[in-house]
């Protein structure tokens, strides 16, 4: 496992601000994507710097030599910078010839997924609420680097900056000032046509998130519900309290195999019901390798029974990406306030509990659910919990 104080190192700091690019090298798992990144190809008409490679050390350098970076206080500013070297990573996988022209449609995302892995299994970034908001920081950065450029074409712009500034409460190092700072990196990187518009761009964005009142964290909503109904698509005023018309909660479960999900709801809730799928999937006789469906339905079933006897209870399964809308999306559809709890721990930890499971899951599936992983967000219900076990 690589050093995270060795790579902190090389990150741009005080007094002259340069990047150690030698030192990054001498990571393997950095060496490998940047290798990967220079065979990277990008549109030259957009892009005529040339490959993704070049393009980020543009845009790190870009971004070193800011005052505003220059200023902020060291931990906001290395999760910056490490998610301005990884802000591209997702266009090794995503980029592809489509109509004559290199594209790389959802490359932010699929960069968050890669960094998040990386960073979890080679740097140890994982099993510690200090690494792991530290570490969700730099891959919402990279998830939403682009946003900023698109925020004044968008007319549900207000509503989406609002609901990215919301994870700041679970990532605190994540600010929309952070990110608007990254964008105009970016645009600063490239050699375009657009450049000049694509920097105006960045400041009205700047300029909806102060207006927002979201630029340096959440904004103050009058209550969970109210920021709940907002981001559900209700027509209500950000201050309003809203009358909240639940009738009780229930626990949607998130997690790797192995995290302890398990002892983790008998600790804290040890007298709701549990729908739990790998109960589910023991009665049914259903394998690992077996479709899933029936489990899902069934599960589902027993969901709707608790729901329309308004009764609370706990939905333990994976959940790991935002597929799990549909059980909050089945359960608000009762009238159930949400909460969801994500746990993680660290790695080996993570595979020597899963190895002591009796039904235990294999150790590349594991690895497979890892690099799909996408951590609940603020605005996906009521409550959103990230608890290290």
């Not at 952070?178 to 964008?183: E, F, K, R």
């Not at 079933?301 to 706990?314: C, D, G, H, I």
Request: hydrophobic residues 40%; glycine residues 8%; negative net charge.
């Amino acid at each position: 496992m690589s050093s995270l104080n060795g790579l902190f190192s090389c990150l741009p700091q005080s007094p002259d601000f340069a990047w150690d690019w030698a030192g990054l090298n001498v990571f393997p798992p950095l060496a490998r994507l940047f290798d990967r990144m220079s065979q990277t190809p990008q549109d030259p008409v957009w892009h005529a710097e040339g490959d993704v490679m070049i393009h980020t050390r543009r845009v790190c350098e870009a971004l070193a030599g800011m005052d505003a970076f220059r200023l902020m206080e060291e931990r906001p500013r290395q999760a910056l910078a490490l998610a301005a070297l990884l802000h591209d990573i997702g266009k090794i996988t995503c980029t592809a010839m489509r109509d004559g022209r290199w594209a790389a449609p959802h490359h932010g995302p699929a960069g968050a997924r890669m960094a998040r892995t990386m960073l979890w299994q080679d740097f140890g970034m994982c099993g510690s609420k200090d690494k792991q908001r530290f570490r969700e920081a730099v891959c919402l950065l990279i998830r939403y680097h682009t946003a900023p450029l698109h925020l004044c074409e968008d007319k549900d712009g207000p509503l989406r900056t609002l609901k990215m500034a919301a994870d700041g409460e679970l990532a605190p190092d994540f600010t929309l000032r952070s990110l608007c700072l990254l964008a105009e990196a970016d645009a600063q990187g490239r050699d375009a046509p657009d450049v000049p518009e694509l920097i105006e761009n960045v400041e009205l964005g700047r300029e909806t998130a102060r207006e927002e009142g979201c630029l340096d964290g959440p904004y103050p909503f009058a209550s969970a519900h109210t920021r709940r109904a907002l981001f559900s698509g209700v027509k209500v005023w950000k201050d309003q309290r809203l009358y909240d018309d639940t009738w009780g909660e229930v626990i949607l479960m998130c997690g790797l195999p192995g995290t302890g999900k398990d002892r983790w709801i008998r600790d804290n809730f040890p007298s709701l019901p549990t729908v739990s799928l790998d109960d589910i999937r023991g009665e049914m006789g259903i394998g690992p390798g077996d479709g899933q469906g029936r489990a899902v339905q069934a599960a589902k079933e027993r969901a709707k029974a608790f729901l329309r006897q308004k009764q609370p209870f706990v939905w333990n399964a994976t959940s790991l990406t935002e597929k799990r809308a549909g059980q909050t999306d089945l359960f608000e559809s009762y009238h159930a306030r949400v909460r969801i709890v994500y746990l993680e721990t660290e790695w080996r930890e993570n595979l020597r509990r899963n190895a002591e499971r009796p039904d235990r899951v294999p150790e590349n599936v594991i690895q497979r659910m890892l690099e799909s992983l996408e951590p609940p967000e603020t605005r996906e219900a009521q409550t959103v919990e990230w608890i290290c076990t």
